[in-house]
């Protein structure tokens, strides 16, 4: 581990696995003083590196004061994507996490993000650009990249949907469009109605591999079916996220709803709880009873139990198609924030890559909204 001093802030470099597995205890601690999301828990961050991490270097940093651990930005860095001969510091988990932002201890957002940046600024040269994709619009490192002495752009990443819960499920139900309030309603009666019908939680360590294959299979059979990979078109991804499944389980994140119809699950729905908040992250339904509308169905019982429980948020994630609008009209931002050495080939670099994201969104919008 290599240390460096910034403001009487110590700044510790870990660059190998073992190192990093040993501040498990201490990335758990901040993440119970921080704000935080899934995809910048030590599980995820772990198992994404396990899976991803190949041809990447490990470059996490860990920032201490006088009192102890007040921080950690979870970086990697990457060389040569697009064709850019750049390095590129990036957080872990770019490009298949939703959310991704600093571990910092609350009270102390301050002194780490001045630390972080005044160690960035000698770190970035002519060759490296901080590159951070979905990075939350109200993350804390914005004013201190535009005090910096680096050049810096940003631009809209992601449109990430979400609901403000009330107390009640009949207080949501009255907030929807008087239509789909209607056909919502009838859908959930009609289904319980019909069948022998069971909505549950997997909660079960012995039963999340074979509820993880359930959801994998009738994703990959519905997006088969439009001629189109799926989410889960890999062994290694698949195996990603039944590691992290696992692994949030243990921690209490982990929220795996299944529609049942007697012993037969007709419609899964993974989604991760913390914080008060509920981010729902895929599903899948059996082709057989599409006609049941048993996506909808669960997504709709998901909601309620979120509220039952006393959540704040039922968040979305990252994606702004047509099916979200339904279900809600709030809506926030992630961004790509890029900063680089102020130079004429930094200014380069940085607009490439600016000007990169854009092309990417909309190729994205297109197809959301196709």
């Known amino acids: 581990m290599d240390e460096g001093k910034i403001l009487d802030i110590e700044i510790k470099i870990i660059s190998d696995v073992k190192t990093l597995l040993s501040i498990k205890d201490i990335w758990h601690e901040l993440e119970d003083n921080s704000k935080m999301y899934p995809f910048n828990t030590f599980e995820w961050v772990v198992n994404w590196w396990k899976y991803f991490g190949s041809g990447k270097k490990l470059w996490v940093l860990l920032v201490v004061d006088?009192?102890?651990?007040?921080?950690?930005?979870p970086f990697m860095i990457t060389f040569g994507e697009m064709g850019l001969p750049v390095r590129r510091i990036k957080f872990i988990g770019s490009n298949n996490s939703d959310y991704l932002d600093f571990v910092v201890r609350h009270g102390c957002e301050d002194i780490f993000y001045r630390s972080l940046i005044k160690y960035l600024e000698t770190v970035i040269d002519q060759f490296t650009v901080?590159?951070?994709?979905?990075?939350?619009?109200?993350?804390g490192i914005y004013p201190y990249i535009m005090g910096s002495g680096l050049y810096y752009d940003y631009d809209v990443q992601d449109i990430c949907p979400y609901i403000e819960l009330p107390s009640t499920w009949d207080e949501y139900l009255d907030s929807l469009d008087g239509k789909f309030r209607r056909n919502i309603k009838y859908e959930i009666k009609r289904y319980f109605s019909k069948h022998d019908g069971n909505f549950m939680c997997v909660t079960d360590e012995n039963e999340i591999d074979d509820s993880m294959d359930r959801l994998i299979e009738m994703h990959q059979a519905r997006w088969r079916k439009r001629h189109m990979p799926g989410a889960f078109y890999t062994k290694r991804i698949r195996n990603f996220h039944k590691d992290v499944a696992f692994d949030f389980l243990e921690r209490g994140i982990l929220s795996l709803f299944e529609l049942r119809d007697k012993n037969k699950t007709v419609a899964s729905l993974l989604s991760y709880h913390i914080g008060g908040k509920r981010y729902?992250?895929?599903?899948?339904?059996?082709?057989?009873?599409?006609?049941l509308s048993v996506g909808a169905?669960?997504?709709?019982?998901?909601?309620?139990?979120?509220i039952e429980v006393g959540d704040e948020v039922y968040d979305f994630l990252r994606g702004d198609e047509k099916y979200k609008?339904?279900?809600?009209?709030?809506?926030?931002?992630?961004?790509?924030?890029?900063?680089?050495?102020?130079?004429?080939?930094?200014?380069?670099?940085?607009?490439y890559i600016?000007?990169?994201?854009?092309?990417?969104?909309?190729?994205?919008?297109?197809?959301s909204h196709d």
Do not use: Q
């Open 66 to 73: 006088d009192y102890g651990p007040i921080g950690i930005a």
């Open 297 to 306: 169905v669960t997504l709709g019982l998901s909601i309620k139990r979120s």
């Open 130 to 139: 901080l590159d951070l994709e979905h990075l939350p619009e109200d993350s």
């Open 354 to 367: 600016i000007a990169e994201n854009k092309i990417i969104n909309k190729i994205k919008d297109r197809f």
């Open 280 to 291: 729902y992250y895929i599903s899948g339904y059996d082709l057989n009873y599409s006609r």
């Open 325 to 351: 609008e339904d279900w809600t009209k709030h809506k926030k931002r992630n961004m790509r924030l890029v900063a680089s050495y102020p130079s004429i080939a930094g200014r380069f670099y940085l607009y």
